[in-house]
């Protein structure tokens, strides 16, 4: 996969070469690329931005170095890729958006600034992203999260297939409690049936408990969840449980 992402401030992006990005680059699976749009300008002040037309308050990027830095980003990769617009009014962004966003060859991210941008740039985007309801400084933080959130999903990025398919979001449930050793830490002990070596009875405690966190924390994702007969029984199970331990 290639990642380029368009930004002003490309040493924000300095973390990203760490950690388990960082070792997909180094592996080869991903050529990430930062590009900075302000080396695009055409005035000699290199400035990217200007007032807005019609009045309103802060300043608006400039259609011409964001256009200029995309063709150049074309040009060496031959394509555009998928163009994603960090934007606080773009769909807020989840694990199957991150899903989606996996199976692309190549994605280039444009990451703004300022009070927002020229409505031309709009032209060159195939989506518009947000994190949530709120307002950040720039896109960059925005664009880093899409990326990491992304990237660990690709074949061999995590080292073991089955950690992403595990996760909180993935199954469309929260993830059980995991636990390592020792078994006994000050008191605090691992269930015993995580001991037991049995592997039925354990599939079902992490079933179960991975319904009864989203039970406890994101009851809205049980609304759309597609049950099967058992997970129906052991969400029963969790609702009595629960009751009892309220009372």
């Not at 924000?12 to 300008?41: C, H, Q, W």
């Not at 031309?120 to 947000?130: A, H």
């Not at 599939?203 to 049980?222: I, S």
């Amino acid at each position: 996969m290639r990642i380029d992402v368009l930004s002003l401030f490309p040493n924000m992006f300095a973390p990203m070469r760490e950690s388990i990005i960082g070792k997909t680059v180094e592996r080869g699976l991903v050529d990430f690329n930062v590009t900075d749009f302000r080396d695009y300008t055409e005035n000699k002040h290199h400035k990217v931005d200007d007032e807005i037309y019609g009045g309103g308050q802060g300043m608006l990027l400039m259609p011409q170095p964001l256009f200029d830095a995309m063709d150049a980003v074309e040009k060496e990769a031959g394509n555009r890729g998928r163009v994603i617009l960090m934007d606080p009014a773009g769909k807020t962004f989840n694990q199957p958006m991150a899903e989606e966003l996996a199976k692309e060859e190549h994605l280039t991210i444009i990451a703004g600034h300022y009070e927002g941008y020229d409505e031309r740039i709009r032209s060159l985007v195939d989506d518009e992203i947000s994190l949530g309801d709120f307002v950040l400084t720039g896109g960059e933080l925005g664009a880093m999260v899409v990326v990491d959130a992304t990237v660990r999903l690709l074949d061999e990025a995590l080292g073991d297939d089955r950690s992403a398919v595990d996760e909180s979001f993935s199954t469309g449930l929260l993830e059980y409690p995991q636990y390592t050793r020792p078994a006994d830490f000050r008191g605090l002990k691992v269930p015993d049936v995580l001991l037991s070596g049995h592997h039925a009875n354990i599939a079902t405690w992490k079933q179960k408990e991975a319904l009864r966190r989203t039970y406890q924390r994101r009851p809205d994702l049980l609304k759309n969840y597609e049950f099967t007969a058992d997970e129906r029984k052991l969400l029963k199970e969790v609702e009595q449980e629960e009751r009892e331990n309220n009372l």
